[in-house]
Structures are given as structure tokens and as C-alpha cells.
Nanobody
Framework: QVQLVESGGGLVQAGGPLRLSCAAS????????MAWYRQVSGKQRELVAV???????NYADSVKDRLTISRDNAKNTVYLQMNSLKPEDTAVYFC???????????????WGQGTQVTVSS
């Protein structure tokens, strides 16, 4: 059973920082890409940032230069450092992992339960 558990969400003032963490656990053979998505109530979930197993990253235009995604492969953990937060960053943030359970098996998509980030003006 694979689980992705997020932590680090909360309430922060505009301009402040926040760091999210997401640890994957269970019978995992390898993790390919990991990512952070966010969703505002009534809107579609959107990609915030993605990182490959080799460390290549991509970001949504709205968060470039303010948010930084990183990962610790030894810990199966992905991070999202958020700086200069804006009220429009308020959302539920979800962790995502594309991973394999066995050496020759298919890859699967897994999601965390989500963590609320609220930025006050």
C-alpha cells in the first residue's frame, strides 16, 4: 500500500514563506516524476510544479521565481518552498507521484490527501 502524506500547510500573511513536504511510503520500487498541484473550490486542479527523477523542473508561469520544487530521492520526499506568497496562492495543495511498484511493472499515479494553504492580505 502506497501513501503520500503532505505536511506544512497553514495560514500565512501575504509576502511570507511556507514550505510543504510530501513523503511517499510503502512498497515502492522507483519514483519517476513528482509534482505539486493546487485546487481552489469550484475550479479545476492545476499543476504548480513538477520535478523529474533526475531533478529537472518545470513551473506554472504564475509561480515562477517564487516557488521552488525539490526532492530527496533517498527519502522519497518532495518539497515545495513557497516565498513571496500572494492571496491568489490560497488553495488546497496536492502532492503527486508517478511511480513503479516493481522493476518490470507499470507506472501508477498516486495522490496525497491535500493540505490547505491560506494567504491573508
Amino acid at each position: 500500500q502506497v501513501q503520500l502524506v503532505e505536511s506544512g500547510g497553514g495560514l500565512v500573511q501575504a509576502g511570507g514563506p511556507l514550505r510543504l513536504s510530501c513523503a511517499a511510503s510503502g512498497s515502492i520500487f522507483s519514483i519517476n516524476s513528482m509534482a505539486w498541484y493546487r485546487q481552489v473550490s469550484g475550479k479545476q486542479r492545476e499543476l504548480v510544479a513538477v520535478i523529474s527523477s533526475g531533478g529537472s523542473t518545470n513551473y506554472a508561469d504564475s509561480v515562477k521565481d517564487r516557488l521552488t520544487i525539490s526532492r530527496d530521492n533517498a527519502k522519497n520526499t518532495v518539497y515545495l518552498q513557497m516565498n513571496s506568497l500572494k492571496p491568489e496562492d490560497t488553495a488546497v495543495y496536492f502532492c503527486y507521484a508517478h511511480l513503479a511498484l516493481t522493476a518490470r511493472g507499470p507506472n501508477y499515479n498516486y495522490w496525497g490527501q491535500g493540505t490547505q494553504v491560506t494567504v491573508s492580505s
